[in-house]
């Protein structure tokens, strides 16, 4: 059992960044391959990065690459994505999860655990 939990969001102008983290419980972190999703008002859940359990194999979507990187600690735990150059299409929860395998996949449902999520929100 993992559970997750997101910090650092908030509300930013367009063109700034913002850092959010997810602290994850249990021994066996890296094991897991961790996940960024976000989800806006009315909008399907959809992926925006993942990375490997060594973290040395990392995904973006189309929409977010260039601009956010993702990284994880596994010694604290923790996974981590950095998000520059904001735009106010990236206003959403966004959700940090977490998928046990090696199987790579960019589907919600493919995920096991989830946290909260924290809000974004990037004004014009």
């Known amino acids: 059992q993992v559970q997750l939990v997101e910090s650092g969001g908030g509300l930013v102008q367009a063109g700034g960044s913002l850092r959010l983290s997810c602290a994850a419980s249990?021994?066996?972190?890296?094991?897991?391959?961790m996940g960024w999703f976000r989800q806006a008002p009315g909008q399907e859940r959809e992926f925006v990065v993942m990375?490997?359990?060594?973290?040395?194999?990392?995904y973006y979507s189309d929409s977010v690459k260039g601009r956010f990187t993702i990284s994880r600690d596994n010694a604290k735990r923790t996974v981590y994505l950095q998000m520059n150059s904001l735009k106010p299409e990236d206003t959403a929860v966004y959700y940090c999860a977490a998928k046990t395998g090696v199987a790579v996949t960019r589907l919600p449902s493919e995920y096991n655990y989830w946290g909260q999520g924290t809000q974004v929100t990037v004004s014009s």
């Open positions: 990375i490997s359990g060594s973290g040395r194999n990392t």
């Open positions: 249990g021994r066996t972190f890296s094991m897991y391959i």
